[in-house]
């Protein structure tokens, strides 16, 4: 396990370089997908490069706000990756916001739509973790979007949500990773909301179809923006990647475009 | 819920969720899913299956012509056949007229007197099927009659088979008529829930109504005591008063749809996404396990006509968008996204894919480009 090949999202991501820290760690990670490409399995592979055994201090807390725990269970079980094995061990807190619905407008101004418990739930279940694992957590969002819904399209509080997130990011280390429809945002004339997000953003992976449009090997392509990449040499520069994925049931291929036929 | 039991080893096998479901009209599909029909043999060949259990699908109307009622019509009569309840909410002011018009299945033993024809009607019918292609080409092809009749005698053995086997257990798609109206029994009775959303101030109604309609279908482990299906017609049309409250009809999409994830239950939207604002389309979109779209034909596009063979058959087309990935992440990707949607004998809906006609001069040039058939697929237009 300890020297399979890296894939070139690992590498785009700098997961290969070092595992001790975490290379995530401290940084805010926006996975944007529109309606033709999914980019869930994103969201997939760094649940599971997250809670792999490389890394044991790492744990996930998981916002759900699209899919009940019984799909990722089924999805990360053939990435091998047990969740409900993780939720047991303390690694991996699934927060099912399925039916998270934002109480009357007058309640509203108090309680954020049920954000501000919300957020306090995340901070004492970090504030719970044992000592070598406090600065480890990773706090995963399925989808933002969604989220808006609950709170009935008032975007200022998922951003004063997000903004209170981001506090934990840089005080305790911890690292956010979302993912977020962009096709949304497009065509509006001020996306206020997506801007404010991309400003907290460090990286930035965008899945894309093909613009030849689909086809049965190439699923579509990803486009990693890496601001604050530090390589080996430990000079900061930014960083831009962009390849071809295929997703399979037990992992995703990646390539670099013009290599498939 | 499975998820909840202890399992040590990532790979060990969920016997309870292998067992075959007892119930007609259901079908086992990958990754833990069950399928039931969509009422169109054709469409559920095309999803793979047919709609998965839990599923919200999406179909996005034509602003000028109702084919989303071919659709709708179908998967109601499906499920109205096999003897699940149904919730129909639409914006007319009487939702349960909608019924009188519900396609009625072809009974297996209209088939056989289909099939079985004495050998002279038999020729004749041959003959008038094959009509247009000697008038269209009767100068490149002589086609062999006993080859012709070998075909149909192979057809009328294996339509004979398929009776046989659906005989012998209830069919989980029926072939509907449309010019057959359904028999009033099957929807006369309790199953039938219709709500109008004509004058509904907001979707709160809507909401209670399809919660206590689920509630009735619980999902545990595997086990089938009955399923649901739920259609909604032209939810945000104009002429309900819901069509200003996006966010109100976002979120009432939102909790359907987690609703739905823990019923044995599919759920049908059609929506005019020409009223919805860009952004709220791609919500709603966004939202949709199955994106499907219909659009009608333009009357006599020539070019169209040209490049399309069987066009005169045509209805419509049908578009699809996006298929469910419930419990999986892989995609799955079609091989044309672009089907026809034909009546056969102005009976039975079928779908084809889209053949284009060689065009005379042109050897494989670029055809996406001619004919207003743009290549691109964001449009929405034609693929092939």
């Known amino acids: 396990m300890e020297n399979r090949a890296l894939n070139l999202l690992d590498e785009a991501l700098g997961l290969g370089y070092q595992t001790d820290p975490w290379p995530l760690r401290g940084k805010v990670v926006l996975i944007e997908d529109c309606v033709e490409t999914s980019g869930c399995f994103v969201l997939h592979q760094l649940l599971k490069r997250t809670l792999s ?146 400003y907290l953003v460090d990286v930035l992976i965008k899945a894309e179809p093909l613009a030849t449009g689909l086809a049965a090997d190439v699923h579509g392509q990803l486009t990693v923006l890496n601001w604050g990449f530090c390589n080996v040499k430990g000079s900061s520069n930014n960083k831009m990647s962009n390849f071809h994925f295929k997703v399979k049931e037990n992992s995703v291929e990646y390539f670099c475009p013009g290599t498939r036929t | 819920m499975a998820a909840t039991k202890t399992r040590i080893c990532s790979f060990s096998r969920n016997i309870s969720a292998v067992s075959a479901p007892q119930l007609p009209g259901i079908k086992c599909g990958p990754n833990g899913t069950f399928f039931v029909s969509s009422g169109i043999p054709d469409l559920d060949k095309i999803l793979g299956g047919g709609f998965a259990l839990g599923s919200l699908v999406m179909i996005m109307e034509d602003a000028e012509a109702p084919h989303h009622m071919l659709l709708l019509r179908n998967f109601m009569s499906q499920g109205l056949v096999q003897n699940q309840p149904l919730l129909y909410a639409s914006p007319a002011k009487d939702p349960r007229g909608f019924l009188g018009t519900l396609p009625c299945p072809s009974s297996s033993k209209d088939e056989k007197s289909r099939n079985h ?185 020539k070019e169209l006509g040209k490049l399309l063979t069987g066009y005169q058959d045509m209805v419509g087309f049908l578009n699809v968008h996006k298929i469910a990935r419930i419990n999986t992440q892989v995609p799955m990707i079609l091989e044309a996204t672009t089907f026809s949607i034909k009546l056969q004998k102005r009976r039975f809906i079928v779908l084809e894919c889209l053949n284009q006609a060689p065009i005379d001069g042109s050897s494989g040039t670029s055809y996406g480009t001619s004919g207003g058939c743009s290549g691109s697929s964001k449009s929405g237009a034609l693929d092939f």
Not at chain 1, 66 to 92: M, T, W
Not at chain 1, 97 to 124: H, T, V
Not at chain 1, 160 to 172: A, G, R
């Open chain 1, 53 to 198: 055994s490389q890394s044991p201090n790492n744990t996930v807390i998981f916002l759900a706000f699209s899919h009940p725990l019984s799909h990722y269970d089924r999805i990360l079980r053939k990435l091998g990756c047990n969740l409900v094995a993780q939720r047991e061990n303390g690694r991996f807190f699934f927060f099912d916001m399925l039916k998270l619905l934002c109480p009357d407008e007058k309640e509203e101004r108090n309680e954020k739509g049920g954000f501000i418990s919300l957020y306090w739930k995340i901070q004492n279940t970090i504030r719970a973790l044992p000592e070598n694992n406090k600065n480890h957590a990773t706090i995963m969002i399925d989808d933002m979007s969604l989220m808006e819904v609950a709170a009935h399209g008032s975007s200022d509080h998922v951003l004063d949500f997000m903004h209170y997130c981001h506090t934990l990011t840089s005080e305790l280390g911890c690292s956010l990773i979302t993912l977020n429809h962009e096709d949304i945002y497009t065509s509006m004339e001020r996306p206020a909301f997506m801007l404010q997000i991309k």
């Open chain 2, 117 to 301: 024809d004495t050998e002279q009607e038999k020729g004749l019918r041959i003959a008038w099927q094959y009509k247009k292609y000697f008038s269209e080409n009767i100068d490149d092809h002589k086609v062999n009659i006993i080859a012709v009749q070998w075909w149909e005698w192979m057809e009328i053995s294996l339509a004979s088979l398929h009776s046989y086997i659906a005989d012998s257990k209830q069919e989980f798609c029926n072939d509907f008529d449309l010019r057959k109206p359904l028999e009033r029994h099957y929807y006369s009775g309790q199953r039938v829930d219709c709500v109008s959303i004509k004058d509904s101030p907001n979707p709160a109604t809507l909401h209670d109504r399809c919660a206590t309609f689920l509630a009735q279908f619980p999902r545990n482990d595997g086990s089938f005591s009955c399923l649901g299906r739920i259609a909604i017609q032209s939810l945000c049309a104009p002429q309900c008063e819901l069509s200003n409250m996006d966010w109100d009809i976002l979120s009432f999409i939102r909790s359907l749809k987690s609703m739905l994830r823990s019923a044995n239950a599919v759920a049908i939207i059609t929506f005019p996404p020409s009223l919805l604002s860009p952004s709220f389309c791609k919500r709603w979109q966004h939202m949709a396990d199955v994106l499907l779209s219909v659009k009608a034909i333009p009357d006599e596009d």
